[in-house]
């Protein structure tokens, strides 16, 4: 079993939904990361979190230390959010455990 | 802007060849990380460096060395390359913890994608 495991794995949906993507983790951590990869590989950093919920224009992220559950929410999605959204869990120092990915497409 | 610069998009080589992925960052940032992605594993630490001249192994360090001689620059190396070797290639720089500006916040470049023949 992974020590993160998002979910879903692929999720598409129509411009202007309300997407939500999960990830759990089953390690200690300091902080978990967000982040966001675009076709050809450069990835970005959206949040890094280590209790309660950040915002950053239309994308939420939270985090539940004691489920150990961490959530990125998009509102009025655009087809340009259409990307591959990481989870990362830290457990220290930066080092970093990784999930799949969810590859998100908002379809016009 | 933080820039975080790999030489190489794209190189071919040939199993047995050394190979040298070169990683220059423009921010000053103590910490260094390389990372390979491949389909259904995601990114995965090889190695990582908190200073100039310091080097830790990560997860899957077999195969690669690393060299940081300068603060700015963090190269890995594969000695000598094999197939199973073929993969993205991403570095990626922070600042340290104790700088005063932390915010934990990596920055990536946009990968090297190494095929090995």
């Known amino acids: 079993k992974n020590e993160v495991e998002q979910s879903p794995q692929n999720l598409t949906a129509q411009e202007g939904e309300f997407i939500t993507i999960n990830c759990s983790y089953s390690?200690?951590?300091?902080?978990l990361h967000w982040l966001q990869q675009h076709p050809g590989g450069g990835i970005v950093s959206l949040f890094m979190?280590?209790?309660g919920k950040k915002k950053h224009g239309r994308l939420i992220a939270t985090i539940n230390i004691q489920e150990k559950h961490s959530s990125l929410h998009i509102t009025a999605s655009h087809p340009r959010d259409s990307a591959v959204y990481i989870c990362a869990a830290e457990g220290g120092a930066q080092k970093l455990v990784f999930g799949q990915g969810t590859r998100l497409t908002i379809n016009p | 802007d933080v820039k975080v610069t790999q030489s190489s998009r794209y190189l071919v080589k040939r199993t047995g060849e050394k190979v040298f992925l070169e990683c220059v960052q423009d921010?000053?940032?103590?910490?260094m990380f390389w990372y390979r992605q491949d389909p259904g594993l995601g990114l995965r630490l090889i190695y990582f460096?908190?200073?100039?001249?310091?080097?830790e192994k990560g997860d899957i360090p077999e195969g690669y060395s690393v060299s940081r001689e300068k603060k700015e620059r963090f190269s890995l190396i594969l000695e000598s390359a094999s197939t199973n070797q073929t993969s993205m290639y991403l570095c990626?720089?922070?600042?340290?913890?104790?700088?005063?500006?932390?915010?934990?916040?990596?920055?990536f470049g946009e990968g090297s994608r190494l095929t090995v023949l």
């Open positions: 460096s908190y200073d100039v001249k310091m080097k």
């Open positions: 390690v200690g951590i300091s902080a």
């Open positions: 979190l280590s209790s």
């Open positions: 921010m000053d940032h103590e910490n």
């Open positions: 990626a720089s922070s600042l340290g913890m104790t700088s005063g500006s932390y915010t934990g916040e990596l920055f």
